[in-house]
């Protein structure tokens, strides 16, 4: 049974059709691999999946319950277990890096505004969780002793890292990583590699958007092409690589 199941999702901007009758099906804990070139489609994708943009048709569901995603506000998808990360960075530069994951546990406790005027006994507890989660989730990550850091002091790199670590706050059941590795050097993308395949073992499925084939091909159990808002190819990295369709919208002939 699909974890998500995305049935001929389309969204237009004017006349700009970013989606087409796109579907997609993540099992659980499946690594899936999104890729196409520039302009594909593949962010509004992402950003219909959480809510950030209303589908103009088609069906999102998820969970065992085939729960209807696409009604929901970002916060309530998120709730129900799915979390991203941006293309371009989103961290509290100001902040420490114990606090900039603290943020992302919010999402998941029940303690609300009158809890945190009045400092009441829930609201100590909870967050004391918190931060007891959170540096658990920064050593998860490997920056466990940067606590207290400020987040802006970090590598490119880390702070990728750092907001992989606050989308894990919210406790997903699958995790969209939007071109987690751009910019990053060879070293840095292969502990990415190994951070995602570690995410995946804590039983987290993954969707993941990225360009660098040598990353996908290795990383992913299906990868699906988009190519100007259509799905051109879906199957396996060794399948994908193959088809000439992709070979012809993306690969190129170095490939
Ligand atoms: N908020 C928006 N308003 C208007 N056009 C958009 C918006 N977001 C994306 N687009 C357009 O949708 C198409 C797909 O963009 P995008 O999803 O960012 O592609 P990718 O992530 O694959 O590079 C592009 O033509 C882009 O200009
Ligand atoms: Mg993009």
Known sequence: MPLLDVKSVSKSFGGVHALRHVSLRVENGMIV???????????????????????DEGEILFGE??????????????????AR??????IF?????????????HARTDSGFWDALFRTKRYR?????????S???L???????QNQDLAGNLSYGEQKRLEIARALASSPKILLLDEPVAGMNPVEKEEIALLIRKIRETG????????????????CDKVVVLDEGKKIAEGSPEQVRKDPRVIKAYLGESC
């Open 65 to 82: 319950n085939h729960q209807k995603l696409q009604d929901l506000p970002p916060h309530l998808i998120l709730t129900k277990g799915v």
């Open 93 to 105: 530069k100001h902040m420490t890096l114990l606090e900039n994951v603290a943020v992302g546990f």
């Open 139 to 145: 050593k998860f990550i490997g920056l466990k002793n």
């Open 125 to 133: 507890s909870d967050e004391k969780m918190i931060l007891g989660k």
């Open 33 to 55: 691999g999104l890729i196409g070139p520039n302009g594909a489609g593949k962010t509004s994708f992402f950003n219909c999946m959480t809510g950030l943009m209303l589908i």
């Open 135 to 137: 540096r658990e989730l």
């Open 85 to 90: 990360t941006f293309q371009n960075l989103r």
């Open 204 to 219: 987290i499925s993954i969707l993941l958007i990225e360009h660098d084939m040598k990353m996908v091909m290795p990383l």
